[in-house]
């Protein structure tokens, strides 16, 4: 049987508990995933793409079927590129729901053969986001709970 590969998109800026889990639940389900971050020019983030790949390897050092990589474009033009047949997702509530959806739903009229999964998010993280960490870090709270250890600002 040939391996399951699923791309897990997104900014992670900064990448939060909330990511991690979702990475590692997938993991279950899959046999590889590549940790996909997305370079969009027009977004502003608070930190380098370097910074964030660099965190992200580091918390994924000893996973040996989890790949860090960067891309630019759609993203079933990368997952064409690395041959993997699932976007990955996760889903906090219905706000992420209704966003989710419409995505999945242009991503399978540009490509059918690439289906998106979506996982739940675990209840004791569906109130993070990389956003409100960003708050914490620009206006000096403590923001240490929710991100893993290897986030160092
Ligand atoms: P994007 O900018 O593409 O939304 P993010 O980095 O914010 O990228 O999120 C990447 C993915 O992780 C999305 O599917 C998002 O719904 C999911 N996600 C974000 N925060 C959490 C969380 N706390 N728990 C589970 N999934 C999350």
């Given at each position: 049987m040939p391996s399951t590969i699923a791309v897990f998109p997104g900014t992670?800026?900064?990448?939060?508990?909330g990511h991690v889990d979702i990475v590692r639940r997938g993991l279950?389900?899959?046999?590889?995933?590549?940790?996909?971050?997305?370079?969009n020019t027009s977004k502003k983030n608070l930190f380098s793409p370097?910074?964030?790949?660099d965190?992200?390897?580091n918390i994924f050092e000893k996973e040996s079927r989890v790949e860090v990589a960067q891309y630019e474009?759609?993203?079933?033009?990368?997952?064409?590129?690395r041959n993997a047949h699932f976007i990955l997702r996760g889903l906090r509530n219905g706000i992420d729901f209704d966003y989710e959806s419409h995505?999945?739903?242009?991503?399978r009229k540009l490509d059918p053969g690439?289906?998106?999964?979506?996982?739940?998010?675990?209840?004791?993280?569906s109130y993070i986001s990389s956003t409100i960490v960003r708050d914490?870090?620009?206006?000096?709270?403590?923001?240490?709970?929710?991100?893993?250890?290897?986030v160092k600002p």
């Open positions: 992670f800026d900064p990448v939060t508990l279950t389900l899959f046999d590889r995933i590549i940790i996909a971050l997305g370079v370097e910074q964030r790949m965190w992200m390897r474009g759609l993203t079933v033009n990368f997952c064409r590129e995505i999945a739903q242009v991503n690439i289906e998106t999964v979506f996982m739940n998010c675990a209840a004791e993280y914490l870090i620009i206006y000096k709270g403590d923001y240490s709970s929710l991100v893993p250890s290897e």
